[in-house]
């Protein structure tokens, strides 16, 4: 027993589920066939202006975040009263930044940062983030401190700055200096920054606490 197309009411064979003539569906009319979709434009029209409203949140909030990272950073070398503790507080929050960078580059397609190295490589390298922070921390808790207490900071302060400077170096001056990153000549700055810093604050420090001794001889 034949049946008959709905549509254009022509017979299809038992069992058929399309119209060999107009392809309409067995027992459904193409008008109605027609007004079933999916998804409605205006649905998808909200999809987009969803998701354009939460890349414009991220972005907004990464502009934010670094200008408070920007203005952190501005303030710690502001607050800083001398040039040699100017040179540690930039030393040590460039190092830090350094570290997230790429150390080490082959062919200039792969790249290796510093967490990546600490990750991967060796738990070595965590030091140099740790001695960064150590040395923000020396600074900042040393800066009503006397001048005895403010030289034994810098004389930490030549220490590690030597310790991740002297390497740095070694690197840069290889003849393969070429695999070394934007964040290991940085890294390797900022050591010596520190390095730098270290050794100017012991010089002005002495220069305090010098007369200070021949006066109360």
């Not at 309409?24 to 009319?29: D, I, N, Q, R």
């Not at 929050?93 to 080490?104: K, S």
């Not at 810098?154 to 220490?159: E, S």
């Not at 940085?186 to 200070?212: F, H, K, M």
């Amino acid at each position: 027993m034949s049946n008959f197309c709905m549509t254009c009411g022509k017979p299809m064979p038992p069992g058929g589920k399309f119209c060999a003539e107009c392809g309409a569906m067995a027992g459904v009319p193409v008008a109605a066939m027609r007004d079933h979709t999916p998804t409605s434009p205006r649905s998808q029209e909200d999809i987009q202006n969803q998701v354009a409203h939460a890349a414009r949140y991220a972005a907004g909030v990464a502009v934010a975040s670094g200008a408070v990272a920007k203005n952190a950073f501005l303030a710690s070398i502001t607050e800083a009263k001398t040039i040699g503790e100017r040179a540690v507080v930039f030393g040590a929050l460039v190092g830090l930044v350094a570290f997230f960078l790429p150390w080490f580059t082959l062919f200039g397609t792969l790249s290796s940062s510093g967490l990546r190295a600490a990750l991967d490589a060796s738990w070595v390298f965590w030091l140099q983030p740790l001695s960064m922070v150590a040395c923000f921390l020396m600074w900042s808790f040393n800066q009503s401190a006397d001048s005895k207490k403010r030289i034994l900071a810098a004389r930490w302060y030549i220490v590690i700055g030597t310790l991740w400077f002297a390497p740095g170096i070694a690197a840069i001056c290889n003849v393969f200096s070429g695999v070394v990153g934007f964040g290991g000549y940085l890294a390797t700055a900022s050591a010596g920054a520190i390095l730098l810093g270290g050794v100017i604050q012991v010089t002005e420090r002495l220069q305090v606490l010098v007369p200070s001794l021949e006066i109360n001889h």
